[in-house]
């Protein structure tokens, strides 16, 4: 089936610093990708369309200068949060498109100090 | 970002009891809606899904009903088991030109009593 992993699984930083989070389709191509946040006890929030080869589409509210998508190939999409603050603090989630349907990855759990 | 909704409700039920979710949504302009499980610490799990002109559908042990009328979804689990313990999401899906695009609901955690 269709797998799509994420890389790392959780990381803590220092706030003001960079993270970068990976997004890998394993076993197919996606021109699509998502990113989701998902707080504690919360649903899971789109932030953005990844497309690959152009610029991603961000939700209403999000911060396209704070969260960077890059969508340079067929399996890898990256979502870098620049400048992380306490407030960052979540669970990232991606998901990859294959045949119109949507699988997801397991998750990143950044924790900004 | 879009979200419906942003409690999460909760349901406790006994081991081999059915259990019932239920959803409510806005937009009538959902293609087809999907629910997924999502354990602790984990991405979420597709379990089941129905198109937008579709009032049930069913699958292994899952049945998932929709009253457009009343814009209301439900997923029916037959004899629960411990290991259905998890929170449950409703999603409802937009189909574009060359993908589909996902937007979940608030969420209900499910908790099996063995």
Not at chain 2, 12 to 23: A, F, L
């Amino acid at each position: 089936g269709a797998v799509v992993s994420q890389h790392p699984s959780w990381v803590i930083c220092k706030s003001g610093t960079s993270v970068k989070i990976e997004c890998r389709s394993l076993d197919f191509q996606a021109t699509t990708m998502f990113w989701y946040r998902q707080f504690p006890k919360q649903s899971l929030m789109l932030m953005a369309t990844s497309n690959e080869g152009s610029k991603a589409t961000y939700e209403q509210g999000v911060e396209k200068d704070k969260f960077l998508i890059n969508h340079a190939s067929l399996t890898l999409s990256t979502l870098t949060v620049t400048s992380a603050h306490p407030e960052d603090s979540s669970f990232y989630i991606c998901s990859a498109t294959y045949s119109y349907e949507q699988f997801f990855g397991p998750g990143t759990r950044l924790t900004v100090l | 970002g879009e979200s419906v909704g942003l409690h999460l409700p909760t349901l406790s039920v006994q081991e081999g009891d059915n259990s019932i979710i239920n959803c409510a949504y806005s937009n009538s302009a959902s293609d087809y809606f999907i629910w997924y499980k999502q354990e602790s610490g984990k991405g979420p799990q597709f379990i089941i899904d129905i198109r937008s002109n579709m009032d049930k559908r069913q699958g292994q042990r899952v049945t998932v009903l929709l009253n457009k009328t009343v814009k209301h979804l439900s997923l029916q689990i037959a004899a629960t088991q411990p290991g259905d313990s998890a929170v449950y999401f409703c999603a409802e899906g937009y189909e574009r030109t060359s993908y589909d695009k996902v937007i979940f609901g608030p969420g209900t955690s499910l908790s099996v009593i063995p």
